[in-house]
């Protein structure tokens, strides 16, 4: 079965600092990894995927095939990083069925 | 840049009512999808649809549910009749299709059924 995890439904970080936002998943094969992030009052957006390996508004991701992880990281988190993110995760083959995770709300302190 | 739209923002409807939630995906985009989100859940897929037909949908999507592209523009979800459970925010989105796989989203229609 397909599933994604984030165990932490909140996050509180306080601004300069390190965060980092666990994504688990349950797959056989190779699947694509994305986190998807939901601004307050805006739609759900992408904002990395493994397979393009780039940094995004300061995020990376690092996809653990042994570990099964995808855990979303930012050196210093600044107030707009506030947001829902979500780790997503697409099958291999032919399926375009994205699976997501339940969400982490992150919450940055001035 | 292109967006996805979704009417209505919000709708409520009486349990055993019919609704349409109305989307427009962004315009060289392939493929269509609808997701939903019950409160305090994950975001899950019901159905995606390419080529003029489902090419997927999830156990969720059952025959109180369909789905339409009636003009170039329009992808509809309709619920045949209500229940309470269905209440929920429901969220199209569109792609280019493999290898190109961002989905992009539109705001989603909150559904409320009493």
């Known amino acids: 079965a397909q599933r994604v995890t984030q165990p932490e439904k909140l996050l509180s970080v306080f601004k300069g600092a390190p965060v980092e936002l666990k994504c688990n998943y349950s797959?056989?094969?190779?699947?694509?990894l994305f986190w998807y992030v939901q601004y307050s009052r805006q739609r759900l957006q992408l904002l990395l995927r493994h397979i393009s390996r780039e940094s995004i508004k300061g995020f990376t991701a690092d996809l653990n095939k042994g570990e099964t992880s995808f855990h979303l990281k930012k050196p210093f988190a600044q107030e707009e990083d506030s947001a829902m993110y979500y780790c997503a995760l697409l099958p291999q083959g032919g399926s375009e069925k994205l699976v997501f995770g339940k969400g982490t709300k992150l919450t940055v302190n001035p | 840049e292109p967006e996805v739209t979704q009417t209505p923002s919000h709708q409520v409807t009486q349990m055993g009512q019919e609704v349409i939630l109305r989307c427009v995906p962004i315009?060289?985009?392939?493929?269509f999808y609808w997701y939903r989100q019950i409160l305090g859940q994950k975001v899950e897929f019901l159905v995606s649809?390419?080529?003029?037909?489902?090419?997927?949908k999830s156990e969720i999507f059952d025959d109180q549910f369909s789905v339409e592209r009636p003009d170039g523009s329009n992808f509809t979800l309709k619920i045949r009749s209500t229940k309470l459970e269905d209440s929920a925010m429901y969220f199209c989105?569109?792609?280019?299709?493999?290898?190109?796989?961002?989905?992009?989203f539109g705001q989603g229609t909150r559904l409320t059924v009493v």
């Open positions: 315009s060289n985009h392939l493929y």
């Open positions: 797959y056989s094969g190779s699947p694509e």
């Open positions: 649809f390419y080529n003029n037909e489902i090419s997927e």
């Open positions: 989105a569109s792609s280019r299709g493999r290898p190109d796989t961002e989905a992009f």
